[in-house]
Each structure stands twice: as C-alpha cells, then as structure tokens.
C-alpha cells in the first residue's frame, strides 16, 4: 500500500447501513499511512456516530458547513483543497443524484463541487438493489462518472433488507485497494497482460506428484500492479494460496500443459506476456490411474519423465512476438552467477527483457531484490516488498514497450 503512505484522505460518508464498513476502511487507510479527515451527513450520523469515526481517524469528523472551527469559517475549501483524494462511502443514491445536479445544500456536497479540477472523487455506492438497477440511480452516476468522479463497483450478495443482488458496498479491504490503485499512474492505460504465476503441479498418480517451490507472491504482485497501471490483466495461476488481485482475471491450471493451454487461449489479445511461473522441467511419463503402492519387496517403483514444453520459448517464438507486438518478460530463478545466468537464459528464450533472482533468497518470502537484463545491458531494483517491486516492474517494462504499440 505504498500509494497510500502520506496520502491526506477525506472520507465522506452517506447515509446507508454499509456505513458499519467505513469504520474498518477509515482504519485500514490509517494503518496504510494516509491521514483520513472524515465528513458526515445527517443521514449517515443515524447509522454510525461521528465519535467512533473520531475515534478511528484520529481528527475531530466535520458534519456541517457552518461549522465554526476554521478560522476562515469555509470548511468547504479548506477540506477539499487539502485533500489527495475525496472518497464517498457510502455513497447513497440521493448522494449521487445531488453530484449529478450539482447540488451544495450541506457540507460534504458542497465541497463535492467546491473541489479543485482534477481533484479524484472516488464514489462506492451502496444500496437496495432495486435502487441501485433505478434507471434514475444509474443516470446519476453516470453523470458524475461524466463529470470526473470514478464510480467504484458494488459488491454482490445479501442486503441489509433481507433482498440478494447487487448494490452493496465493496468490502473495506477491496475499497482500500481501488483507492491505492487510484493513485498509481496509468502507464499501461488500454494495454493487455498475461501472466503465468504460481508453480506447476505433475501428476503421478492421484495423490502424488513432482512440483517446484513457488509461492506465486511476485507474479501476483506484478498483475496487481499491472491492473492499477491500467491494463487489463490475465493471470494463469498454478496451485498457491494467493488471493486474486481485484480486476484480474484469474484461470487456475495445475499441470505445465495445462498451463501451456490456458496461456495460448488468452494470448490474443495481449501486449505484454510476463512468465513468472516456476514450471516444473519434467513430468511423468506414465500417470497412474491408482495409487502407487508399496508392495513390501522393498522395490522402487520405476519411474520415467517426459520433458513440458517450454511455455515461455513457445509464446516467444510466435510471429506476434517476433514482430515486436507481443512484448516478453522472463524471470530467472538462479542460485548464483545471477548475470551470466540470467543473460544466457534471455537469449536462449528470445526475449528482450529477462529479470533475474536468487531464488533461494526469496522463495515464500514478501521481498526479493531484482535485476533486469535487456540488450543494452543489466539494471537493479534493490530488495524491497515483493508489492513495490511489481510496480517498479512494471513502470520498467512500459518504459520499454515500442511506442507504435503505445496508440
Ligand atoms: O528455463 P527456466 O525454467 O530457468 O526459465 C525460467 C523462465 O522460463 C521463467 O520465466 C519461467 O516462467 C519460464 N518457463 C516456462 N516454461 C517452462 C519453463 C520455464 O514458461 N517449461
């Protein structure tokens, strides 16, 4: 959450029972760094009371424009100037519909519309679903989205009335990370990704199988932040307990074939393929339909391997990647000579960004250092959160990407 470290919030919040999740999201943003100044309706004071927002952000909340602390009495310039970003949530449907009018009858639309061009408003509606499916409702976001404000998703499943679908407000932690995201530049604006991350699991019979160490936590930090940059974003997941990065489209595969198989069905339309995935080299030759068992000679069951295709050499060697239309990203896993090894391997695969790391020094961890081989030579990103380097990453990699395919 490094983007939100600093960060100066203001937190609005509406009237609706998703006010409860407020609370958690001003601590969540308070824990990540960023100061949160919090701003109440009326409305919203009935479902939760200024003192526990007081309490979880630290500052005095403001409920009214007559408010007669600042000493120039204008709350509403002074809070709206002062802000990084202004975030609504709740954000009720009577809300939307006064920033779709440009309404300013109390304090938090009123500095709404007070807030300095370009200043991001960042809205997550919350409500009945029939209210949110109201042609009026979506209208009005509509118009605000018009208008510069990033209308956040609703969250699907039971409502507070009893009814099920959707307009329910996301959850705290998938809130803070659209507002992290929000503040990272859109380097890969209308650009497309596809990522192989996690190991590969080889079958030998229905309970055992040959895999490699990977806990899949880079390639899933390089598809977060490949989605905060913009991009829309593929991510071909071997077997990890990792949650998805919000966006991304995750297809899940156990084997190197399968892997193969997802990677050429979603290549398409991609710009950028990054191979992180720890493939397993070989797989059984023969896979046993039972288990194998020891039958108490003390024999050794005999067993034979076939070498998986190289699913990075095979997506390099494609005329879309020849042609410079494909841009590919290899990763070395080495133990030691990181250069030399990482520089042969770049060109074994045909790529022309290859990042290597010490794979012992990083396996399961949350930091890693990198460094990245191109043909004009070699660049360090020193150790730092697994997070911060998949935005270095990827910044790295939109630096280098042919301009032509930039339009
Ligand atoms: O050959 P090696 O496994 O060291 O190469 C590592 C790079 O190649 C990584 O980017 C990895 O994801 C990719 N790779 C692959 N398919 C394989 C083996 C490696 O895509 N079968």
Not at 60 to 88: C, E, G, K, Y
Not at 243 to 252: H, Y
Not at 293 to 309: H, Q, R, T
């Amino acid at each position: 959450m490094q983007h939100l470290h600093g960060k100066h919030i203001v937190l609005g919040l509406t009237g609706g029972v998703a006010c409860y999740k407020s609370a958690q999201l001003c601590r969540l943003l308070t824990k990540a760094g960023a100061t949160v100044q919090v701003i109440m309706t009326e409305a919203a004071a009935q479902f939760i009371t200024p003192v526990t927002m007081q309490a979880l952000s630290g500052r005095a909340v403001f409920t009214s424009q007559w408010d007669a602390r600042p000493d120039n009495n204008m709350a509403h310039i002074n809070l709206s100037r002062q802000a990084d970003a202004i975030v609504i949530a709740p954000c009720s449907a009577d809300f939307a519909a006064k920033l779709a009018q440009g309404r300013a009858d109390e304090l938090l639309s009123l500095l709404c519309l007070a807030r300095p061009y370009g200043k991001p408003l960042l809205l997550a509606p919350a409500m009945n679903r029939e209210m949110w499916a109201h042609p009026a409702t979506q209208r009005n976001f509509a118009q605000a989205a018009q208008d510069g404000a990033q209308v956040l998703d609703v969250g699907q499943g039971e409502q507070a009335c009893g009814e099920t679908g959707d307009g329910r407000m996301l959850e705290p932690e998938e809130l803070l990370q659209d507002i992290a995201a929000s503040f990272v530049p859109k380097r890969l604006a209308g650009r497309s990704v596809l990522i192989t991350a996690g190991p590969t699991f080889e079958a030998l019979d229905p309970v055992r199988g040959i895999t490699n160490h990977s806990s899949g936590k880079m390639g899933f930090a390089i598809a977060a932040a490949a989605r905060a940059a913009g991009a829309a974003v593929t991510l071909v997941a071997g077997p990890v307990h990792q949650p998805t990065p919000r966006g991304v489209q995750r297809v899940n595969v156990q084997s190197a074939q399968d892997m193969l198989q997802a990677v050429q069905a979603h290549l398409a339309p991609a710009d950028i393929f990054i191979a992180t995935a720890a493939v397993a080299d070989w797989r059984p030759a023969h896979y046993a339909m039972q288990k194998i068992k020891k039958d108490g000679s003390g024999d050794l069951p005999s067993l034979a391997f076939v070498e998986n295709p190289d699913i990075l050499a095979t997506v390099a060697a494609t005329e879309r990647a020849k042609n410079g239309q494909l841009y590919c990203v290899g990763f070395a896993a080495e133990s030691e000579n990181l250069l030399a090894n990482a520089s042969a391997k770049r060109l074994r695969k045909g790529v022309p960004l290859l990042v290597g790391n010490i794979g012992p020094a990083t396996f399961g961890q949350d930091d890693n250092s990198l460094l990245l081989i191109d043909g004009q030579g070699s660049h360090a990103l020193p150790r730092a959160s697994k997070i911060s380097l998949g935005h270095a990453l990827v910044a790295e990699i939109a630096r280098r990407l042919p301009t032509e395919a930039a339009n």
